[in-house]
């Protein structure tokens, strides 16, 4: 179908005037006339009343104009979209993510700088949540990857991955052997009452599930020691001593070996990896282009 002439319907539909028509578009009418005919031959029907003053659509001409508009729409949607994503190769970007955000998703930096080579992004790793939140506030970066939960009162974010947190304990110790040949088998906090727990600081938000399942469940864990991430807990873990919690893509090849998982009776702890920005920030294509990739490999 030839574009140029459904170009030439809508103008002569909108103005219901084949001269009107012709002298908007700068044309001779009679070839605007030729192709209106031209156009009716390929549909093998009449598109116009020409008898009416002014003319009129008939109901073949009233169809094609509904999807004519559609099939416009459509190639406009689509010259916007190629040109926001010419323009994101290009653009710039500035990114801040916690070590345990990015390790949720560890291929979505790598791939996304690949993907805009071309673009300018700039990555920064900040180990403390609230420094983020801050950079965010001050426009010193456009979007951080955080996990919640997370004080909300002047940012907006996009859900990217949930996962459920577990209980770690090194593969040697009692309760690990027992269920060795069972994967994450369900256990009661209250069997690790002689346990040494690795807890994240209790400055921490995270600190806070933790702190209201212990106390929920009546039980007073005994602190070996508290760090920021939960890399330096799993390696603890990993070397044979004490318990922490852990999510599972949160543990390294090498120390999974040495890591036994737990389900713990009434344990609703979950972890959940967003994006936030400024709540009144409008988000440019190379950021909603960062957000898609994250939910992609976050799914």
């Known amino acids: 179908m030839n574009f140029r002439h459904m170009q030439l319907f809508l103008k002569v539909a909108k103005l219901q005037s084949f001269t009107k028509a012709a002298n ?4 001779p009418q009679p070839s605007l006339s030729q192709s ?7 549909l093998k029907t ?13 109901e073949a001409g009233e169809i094609y104009l509904k999807k004519a508009n559609l099939i416009k729409d459509m190639i406009a949607e ?26 949720m998703i560890p291929n979505l930096l790598p791939q996304f700088c690949k993907r805009f080579s071309d673009a300018s992004i700039k990555i920064s790793q900040i180990f403390s949540t609230l420094k983020i939140k801050q950079m965010i506030y001050d426009d010193e970066i456009d979007l951080g990857m955080l996990v919640l939960p997370l ?19 090194p593969s040697l110790h009692e309760l690990s052997l027992k269920y060795k040949n069972k994967e994450l088998p369900e256990i009661s906090i209250k069997e690790l009452k002689n346990e040494k727990f690795i ?7 995270s600190r806070l599930d933790i702190d209201l399942m212990f106390k929920n469940n009546e039980f007073i864990p005994k602190i070996l020691c508290e760090t920021e991430t939960f890399d330096i807990a799993n390696s603890i873990v990993a070397s044979g001593v004490g318990a922490t919690f852990t999510i599972s893509e949160l543990i390294k090849d090498d120390k999974k070996d040495k890591i036994k998982l737990f389900n713990i009776k009434d344990n609703n702890l979950i972890k959940t990896l967003v994006i936030a920005y400024k709540k009144d920030k ?7 282009e960062f957000i898609k990739m994250a939910k992609e490999l976050g799914a």
Do not use: C, M, W
């Open 199 to 205: 807890l994240p600081k209790s400055s921490q938000r």
């Open 282 to 288: 409008k988000l440019s294509h190379l950021e909603l």
């Open 24 to 27: 908007e578009l700068k044309i």
């Open 78 to 103: 689509l010259d916007t979209e190629i040109s926001a994503l010419n323009n994101a190769k290009t653009g710039k970007i500035r990114i801040a993510f916690s070590q345990n955000g990015y390790n």
């Open 151 to 169: 004080d909300i009162k002047y940012l907006k974010y996009e859900i990217i991955k949930s996962s459920n947190v577990f209980l770690a304990l």
């Open 46 to 58: 009449t598109l116009f009343n020409r008898n009416t003053n002014p003319i009129s659509l008939t």
């Open 36 to 42: 209106i005919f031209a156009l009716e031959n390929e």
